[in-house]
């Protein structure tokens, strides 16, 4: 939560609910194997039409990195109430950006707890979903941390304050279950014992919604916009606190459905508009064939050096269209030194092939080595250049090259699955310290270093399946 979500939130003066002042009182690849049996197994009777908590506690299990919390006996449901904890449900009693400890919160508004219950009332599941840091455990570590235990503290204090039946999705790694990815919500509707979602009846609530700073007099910018990303990713209707918890919702005995839902644009990358420039990629291609030509019909080498960010491309294009052309790839990643990598250049040019670099070659410096080596043999040399495109494109490839596994298995399970134990983990990304360096260090190539041709690269994604493209056009 921001500075600002606090200024959001409910004036101090306003008169707290009863449960409010009762609260203040108060891997990689292969996961842990978990059934959800024991998830289904909890008792339940009635009182005023809720189900009634068997006890003041929370009970936790994890599934992969996340955590999954129940409180009460949340029972299965075709529409789902969904929230985001801080900012939205909750924020500081301090007004700071982060809590102090576990008892530095309250309600966003007094009459959460009040508008949940009539929720729950009206046949509504109620599930919060949130996106927590620092909650794991250090490396060679047993038991929770100090800031674990004061999460898991502060959850018990805000459910026994709702007193409403819930299920608590709390993502601690940077995975398909952290959003905006849609993993918690596919999570949520496994544990729905086989229940079908209604997404269109559903919604979720959120503060991340990519408002800019004064959308209200003396407000600041929202920290981010993932949790309307995530909304659009799932595919519900989605509102911000402000309007799911305003006078008009709160007075009526029944909250539900909430107005029509304002309509909302994420800035920056939208995925399912990057189609890229066909006829600008057919002209590369059209220009390498013509190098490739020229280069066998003068019985010579040619290189090729690849210049861009990491997860922009640069592998996929080299295997699937340079590879096909005769090209050997060279890359730092698989040879791991750089001697390595001019050793197999100089042996592929000495022997008049075709061989591409594989690397990122953000600079002069590391591009010249190659370059001479051309120069040495007689060989053509040209450049491809991927790095006019947006920083954000890459990032968004990052993501979603390391979360594919987790997205496609979860993406084949239908509602009545129960047994999470084959959830994948999450593949290795690169860091995005790597990808400051690279723009850091970043000089275009030009002819006057050497080359005969720079060649700009037009990025056009290709896919094995349309569900894969589907997931490519999510939001991460």
């Known amino acids: 939560m921001t500075r600002s979500s606090a200024k959001r939130c409910a004036p101090d003066d306003s008169p707290p609910s009863q449960p ?3 609260a203040r009182g108060g891997s990689k690849r292969v996961q842990q194997q978990q059934s959800l049996g ?7 009777g009635r009182v005023d039409g809720q189900a009634v908590p068997p006890g003041n506690a929370v009970h936790w299990r994890s599934v992969g990195a996340t955590w999954v919390g129940t409180w009460g006996a949340p029972e299965p449901a075709a529409r789902l109430a969904a929230f985001d904890l801080d900012g939205t449900l909750i924020c500081t009693k301090s007004k700071g950006r982060f809590p102090k400890g576990a008892d530095d919160w309250r309600f966003f508004h007094p009459d959460v707890p009040l508008v949940l219950r009539r929720m729950c009332q009206q046949g509504y599941r109620i599930v919060v979903i949130s996106n927590q840091n620092g909650l794991r455990q250090a490396k060679g570590t047993t038991g929770l941390s100090k ?11 805000i459910a026994r304050a709702l007193g409403v039946p819930l299920t608590i999705l709390v993502a601690t790694d940077k995975d398909y279950m952290r959003k905006p990815s849609p993993g918690m919500w596919s999570l949520a509707q496994l544990l729905n014992e086989g229940a079908a979602i209604d997404r269109a009846a559903s919604f979720y609530v959120g503060d991340a919604a990519g408002r800019p700073a004064g959308w209200r007099p003396g ?13 659009l990713n799932v595919g519900v ?10 006078a008009a919702v709160c007075a009526r005995p029944e909250p539900l459905p909430l107005p029509p839902p304002t309509q909302r644009e994420i800035a920056g990358l939208a995925p399912s508009q990057r189609n890229g420039d066909p006829a600008a990629h057919a002209a590369l291609l059209d220009a390498v064939d013509r190098h490739v030509g020229k280069a066998k019909e003068d019985a010579r080498g040619l290189l090729a050096v690849l210049v861009g960010p990491p997860a922009c491309g640069k592998s996929t294009f080299a295997r699937s269209h340079l590879a096909l052309r005769g090209f050997e790839r060279v890359n730092m990643d698989e040879l791991k030194t750089r001697k390595k990598c001019t050793e197999a250049v100089r042996r592929a040019l000495e022997g008049s092939a075709c061989v591409v670099v594989d690397n990122t070659n ?32 890459t990032m968004h490839n990052n993501s979603f090259r390391a979360q594919l596994a987790q997205a496609r298995y979860l993406s084949s399970l239908g509602p009545g699955h129960t047994d999470l134990g ?3 983990g999450c593949d290795d990304r690169v860091p ?34 349309a569900d894969d493209e589907r997931l490519w056009n999510q939001h991460y």
Do not use: M, W
């Open 20 to 22: 409010d002042r009762a």
């Open 38 to 44: 024991e998830f289904f197994s909890t008792k339940r």
């Open 147 to 157: 800031k674990a235990t004061d999460f898991r503290t502060k959850v018990a204090n």
């Open 219 to 231: 407000v600041e910018a929202d920290f981010s916009s993932s949790d309307l990303a995530f909304a």
């Open 237 to 246: 209707p989605f509102y911000t606190p402000e309007e799911a918890f305003a």
């Open 362 to 393: 953000p600079d002069a410096a590391s591009r010249s080595p190659f370059i001479e080596l051309a120069r040495a043999s007689g060989a053509g040399c040209i450049a491809i250049v991927f790095s006019h495109e947006p920083r954000n494109l």
């Open 422 to 424: 084959g959830i994948p």
């Open 432 to 465: 995005e310290v790597a990808f400051h360096s690279f723009f850091k260090r970043l000089e275009l190539p030009s002819v006057a270093e050497g080359f005969q041709e720079v060649i700009c690269h037009s990025f056009v994604p290709t896919f094995d399946t």
